[in-house]
């Protein structure tokens, strides 16, 4: 940065006297009172400051510069050729610029430029009053630096430091060619906008929203804000056009209640089921917060019956008591009126999160202290389309899961101690009492048989669960001994099919997990690389303890994988502990990076030997004989950043056949470029199925071979660029597409349109179809619907065009 020069001396410039530009920079804020100034006290910043406190700004120096200087100290002066006038946040550029002291008034004229905090006016004239920033600019060209946005007006008024009025305005984010007319693809017009930085809004009046010189939207008077503030006001309308409810328009409205409140309305008309009202609350406080979502339609034409949905999530701090340290209130509370809801409105997730079968409805209590916590949990489901048995008639009802009516949990986590002197010792222990509860039936049930399973027995169920573990670990083995004790008492409501309404199950489970770690050097394909060889074993024992006719309130059996072969039980829950006696052992290879220790690729197998029956299993599940699992084998590959491959192989050796298949890839060579594929194959007799999903995000320019310029972030590959983006599922079993999400997105450079095809399949019978349609005006807007959704959860790796970058910085364009 260039030193200050010193002030000009009040004699030091006779009448009409002339300086060449020699980079000579004269005073410092008004050249009329520079003598008098204060001097300068620098203070040490490590960053450059966006905008100066209010305190500061008036203390900041003026500089001006040019070829000739003329004037009068205290009365008038007058700079002519390359004139440049500099504050902190304003540089002011002119062929020719006069100051009269008098009213402390500027004007420039000849190509007039204003850098302002990084937005750029460009104009003939300006007149400006120093003091009060009273003035006016015509034929001004204006570029705003956060938004890329630029346009024109034919003059504009500054009326103070914070008010100004633009006539004849024009603004669009498409680039202005060096010469000739600017004929922007889209453009916002209007007869007059009014600027208020204090309220950071605007006003405009006589606007249009225009695109290749077609209106689009039109309003008299509208309002809108000039920042990222948040404010009142109609939110762009969205558009769909589905198979099951027609055309959908919601025009939402956004109410800015309080800094930490508000609320929008979605008022949504559907042409086959009539107008559904929705709307959402949000609220933050220093102790709780939350929201509240919910939506009515009154007489849906299609169903014959009101339709409604509510759902209320809050989170609550409360004041801290001796008795009850720590406490917090959550609250999960989800509704909808029938059983199809989920069905004919598969996409009120963007309203109500209320478009899935399992609804939650939970109040809990909890906190801790220390190594103590506890939770209190009230918890009921609404499932809909449920079966009311174990074995459901229509393929497409699933089964209701038990509400928890109440839960009580104690937990207790000390840190490592010291058994017999030696340390680093862990201890966990649990209790939890639950009542469960369910208005299932079973399918078959005429209570004499003593084998019999009830599925309908609500009860309460004690547990405690107390294990405890220690690891001796150096960087080439480890060893871990673990040891649980598991014990559960139940009260039934119901009797058992052998008469009892009480029963009791206690058992411990010993286990010893250890492995060894090897490494070398080692050089693959001509690259450097570090291989490691990773055996590994789990010795688990638990005796039988008969629990045949106990209820099955939360258990489930893990899925079998690399990750869970590796568990003492099986099960997951508390209902079912198997009795395992088994040798899990298994061998993993992994290649790394010597650099950063990056993966580069892994190799893994795994099996369990049972060394005699399993007993305990779970309803309508067979015995697991004594001898060998299946063979699991997993492996990834990442060589290169752009490919990854990933499989996992569940192999038969009994039948010599493929259980469960999956492979992966993945090539992602840069920013919006990526292709997915994986194939799954299951031949379990509970499920059997092929599918092939395929996933793509492209620019159609690199398909033909023509060259692709490189991305930059924040932005896409460049203008007028096509680019396919989908993903599909096809299944083998069924012969038939699942689900499809397919479509295409143009870059125009300022605006986006898309056009995207959403099958997903509900049942086998039915599927939900729609069209979206988006045109999304860079930096300003989007009209349509909204595939951004749909392609951010459908498509792997999808990339928005336009990431949210870091806000440019107004010393980004400093001169």
């Not at 009409?16 to 009172?33: H, K, P």
Request: aromatic fraction near 10%; include cysteine; charge should be positive.
């Amino acid at each position: 940065m260039r030193p200050f020069a010193p002030t000009l001396p009040a004699t030091g410039m006779p009448r009409g006297g002339r300086l060449r530009r020699t980079a000579w920079i004269a005073g410092l804020y008004g050249l009329a009172t520079a003598a008098s100034a204060q001097p300068l006290a620098l203070q040490p910043s490590l960053t450059l400051l966006e905008r100066l406190p209010p305190a500061l700004r008036g203390q900041t120096p003026m500089v001006v510069e040019g070829e000739r200087i003329l004037g009068r100290t205290g009365e008038w002066t007058v700079i002519d050729g390359g004139a440049v006038l500099r504050r902190h946040d304003v540089i002011l550029r002119a062929d020719r610029l006069e100051h009269t002291a008098a009213d402390d008034t500027a004007v420039a004229s000849g190509q007039v430029r204003i850098n302002r905090q990084g937005n750029v006016y460009e104009g003939e004239r300006l007149q400006l009053k120093l003091d009060t920033f009273e003035g006016r600019f015509d034929a001004v060209r204006f570029q705003f630096l956060r938004t890329g946005g630029q346009g024109e007006a034919s003059r504009v008024d500054f009326l103070d430091e914070n008010r100004a009025v633009a006539h004849n305005v024009r603004y669009s984010t498409c680039e202005r060619a060096p010469e000739g007319r600017w004929t922007p693809a889209w453009a916002v017009t209007a007869n007059q906008v009014q600027f208020d930085l204090a309220t950071d809004t605007g006003v405009a009046t006589g606007g249009r929203l225009e695109f290749q010189g077609v209106p689009l939207l039109a309003a008299p008077w509208i309002s809108f804000p000039l920042s990222d503030a948040r404010k009142s006001g109609v939110l762009p309308p969205t558009f769909n056009l589905d198979n099951q409810s027609g055309f959908e328009t919601t025009v939402p409205y956004y109410l800015n209640l309080a800094p930490n409140r508000d609320a929008t309305l979605y008022p949504t008309f559907m042409t086959k089921r009539g107008l559904d009202l929705g709307g959402e609350y949000r609220y933050l406080e220093r102790a709780f917060g939350g929201q509240l979502r919910a939506a009515w339609m009154a007489d849906d034409r299609l169903r014959g019956r009101d339709r409604w949905a509510y759902s209320v999530q809050h989170v609550h701090a409360l004041p801290e008591l001796d008795w009850l340290p720590g406490a917090g209130v959550r609250l999960n509370l989800n509704r909808v009126s029938d059983d199809d809801y989920w069905r004919d409105f598969p996409r009120t997730d963007t309203i109500t999160n209320l478009a899935q079968r399992l609804l939650a409805n939970e109040a809990t209590l909890s906190g801790g202290a220390g190594p103590w916590s506890y939770s209190l949990t009230a918890q009921r489901w609404q499932t809909l389309g449920a079966s009311r048995t174990l074995a459901p008639s229509d393929s497409e009802q699933i089964v209701a899961p038990y509400d928890r009516l109440p839960s009580l949990v104690l937990r207790y986590r000390p840190g490592r101690f010291a058994i017999a002197g030696l340390d680093g010792w862990r201890l966990v222990a649990d209790v939890d009492v639950t009542r469960f509860a369910t208005d299932r039936r079973p399918a078959v049930w005429d209570g004499a048989a003593a084998g019999d399973q009830r599925t309908d027995l609500d009860g309460t169920r004690a547990l405690g669960v107390v294990r405890l573990s220690r690891r001796w670990e150096t960087p080439g083995w480890y060893v871990e001994p673990r040891l649980q004790w598991h014990a559960r008492q139940y009260r039934f409501e119901q009797p058992l099919g052998d008469g009892r309404r009480s029963a009791s199950v206690a058992l411990p489970t010993a286990a010893l997990d250890a492995g060894l770690v090897f490494e070398r050097q080692a050089t693959l394909l001509d690259r450097a690389v570090v291989q490691t060889l990773e055996p590994r074993v789990l010795l688990a024992a638990t005796p039988y303890r008969d629990q045949r006719l106990l209820p099955v309130y939360d258990s489930a059996a893990y899925d079998f994988n690399l990750a869970t072969i590796f568990s003492p039980n099986p099960y997951g829950g508390a209902d079912r502990v198997a009795d395992l006696r088994a040798l899990t052992y298994g061998l993993t290879t992994r290649l790394y990076a010597p650099d950063d220790g990056a993966e580069l690729a892994a190799l893994g197998l795994a099996q369990r030997l049972r060394l005699r029956d399993q007993r305990v299993t779970l309803p309508n599940e067979g015995a697991a004989a004594e001898g060998r699992s299946d063979v699991l084998i997993g492996a990834t590959v990442n060589w290169t950043p752009q490919w990854s491959f990933g499989g996992t192989w569940q192999y038969n050796i009994a039948r010599r056949t493929s259980v469960r298949t999956l492979l992966s890839a993945r090539y992602l060579p840069g920013p919006y470029r990526v292709l997915s594929a994986a194939y799954r194959n299951n031949e379990t007799t509970t499920a059997r199925s092929r599918q092939l999903d395929v996933g793509w995000q492209w620019p159609l320019a690199a398909l033909g071979g023509d060259g692709v310029p490189a991305a930059v972030p924040g932005r896409a590959l460049g203008p007028q660029q096509w680019y396919g983006v989908g993903r599909v599922n096809y299944s083998f079993t069924d012969r038939r597409v699942v689900d499809l999400v397919a479509g295409f997105e143009y870059d125009a450079g300022c605006w986006i349109g898309r056009v995207v095809l959403e099958r997903l399949q509900q049942s086998r019978a039915s599927a939900n179809q729609r069209i979206l349609l988006q045109l999304e005006f860079s930096g300003f807007s989007r009209l349509g619907s909204n595939p951004l959704r749909t392609l951010r959860t459908q498509v792997p790796r999808y990339q928005y065009l336009r990431e949210d970058v870091n806000p440019p910085s107004r010393f980004e364009r400093y001169e």
